[in-house]
């Protein structure tokens, strides 16, 4: 990835499945609120989400300090471009990490992957899509 270098501000972050694992305290690494998180999410789901969502996304063989499950479900790190050559954003919704954290915890529930296990019961995650600007920015 040296060629990155060359371009400043090309800018990309590091999400680990840690940050948004609702099984995990804030003093084990969990960055956003337990009830906005996922109950183990992995980075496959990560990037899948990423990816689908059009984001520029690999993932790096990385463990986080603080995550003692050696699992390999629990290993990775994902990288997410959210800025371009030119500085400016790659896509608008995704501007910190932050944004990136609660757009990935709010999406994996929602994968075929997620939703066939759970029997397609809980259907009241289903109408999270129109109100989705309210709950935006909280800095």
């Known amino acids: 990835y040296e060629h990155f270098n060359k371009h400043p501000l090309i800018e990309f972050i590091c999400v680990y499945p840690i940050y948004i694992n609702s099984k995990k305290t804030l003093a084990e690494g969990r960055r956003i609120p337990a009830e906005k998180a996922v109950e183990n999410p992995s980075c496959a789901e990560i990037r899948d989400v990423l990816t689908a969502a059009g984001m520029n996304v690999y993932v790096e063989n990385k463990m986080h300090p603080r995550e003692w499950n050696r699992d390999v479900q629990f290993r990775g790190r994902v990288r997410v471009?959210?800025?371009?050559?030119?500085?400016?954003?790659?896509?608008?919704?995704?501007?910190?990490?932050?944004?990136?954290?609660?757009?990935?915890?709010?999406?994996?529930?929602?994968l075929k992957t997620r939703t066939q296990k759970s029997g397609g019961g809980d259907t009241s995650s289903q109408q999270g899509e129109g109100g989705k600007k309210s709950k935006k920015k909280k800095k």
């Open 81 to 110: 471009q959210v800025k371009q050559a030119d500085g400016s954003l790659c896509q608008d919704k995704f501007t910190s990490r932050k944004d990136v954290m609660f757009y990935v915890a709010e999406m994996i529930p929602k």
